[in-house]
């Protein structure tokens, strides 16, 4: 069984580059998912737009362990259109159908203004998982170095929670009144 894996989608290289500084920081491997089709240009850009909007399944690339084999995911993708980036949402989607993903899930969404909490969210309900610890970070703090402080806490959380027996859902109904 594989420890841990980096499971992370870039189109651009930003969520490439905090996904090599979590690995680096870790000494966890990366896991890359991949376009098969280009996203390059503007006919790039409006297939984004227009398979986030219509949330379509996309054909992706998967370099990595199977994540029913791995104890700890942790899951870096951007934000399209304020939700998760179609390529990973499709990956997830694949990933966690069958068999229920077991793993225990982390996340950092990079987004360039808004929709990281949805992005989130979203991972939650594909794995069936509350990613924890979870992050959100703004592209321009990640491509400036202001975002590394962020991943260093996040990367010790991370260890702490490996560090911790597995936490247990509280049920909904022992505390309805909370989200």
Not at 78 to 85: C, D, E, N, R, S
Not at 106 to 113: G, L, Q, R
């Amino acid at each position: 069984m594989v420890r841990a894996a980096i499971v992370y989608y870039s189109r651009t290289g930003t969520v490439r580059q905090v996904a090599e500084a979590v690995a680096a920081r870790s000494g966890w491997p990366l896991a890359e998912v991949a376009d098969v089709k280009s996203r390059a240009g503007i006919l790039g850009d409006l297939r984004c737009v227009i398979d986030n909007l219509f949330h379509r399944q996309v054909e992706y690339r998967y370099d990595g362990p199977p994540l029913d084999r791995c104890e700890h995911v942790v899951v870096l993708a951007p934000v399209w259109m304020g939700g998760l980036a179609a390529p990973m949402r499709s990956f997830l989607a694949a990933s966690a159908a069958t068999p229920p993903l077991a793993a225990r899930v982390s996340a950092i969404c990079v987004m360039a203004a808004r929709g990281g909490f949805q992005a989130e969210a979203e991972i939650a309900r594909l794995t069936g998982k509350t990613p924890a610890p979870a992050l959100v970070l703004v592209e321009r703090d990640v491509l400036s170095g202001d975002a590394a402080v962020e991943i260093d806490d996040f990367v010790q959380a991370l260890r702490l929670a490996d560090s911790r027996p597995a936490h247990a859902e509280r049920p909904a109904w022992l505390s309805p009144n909370e989200t």
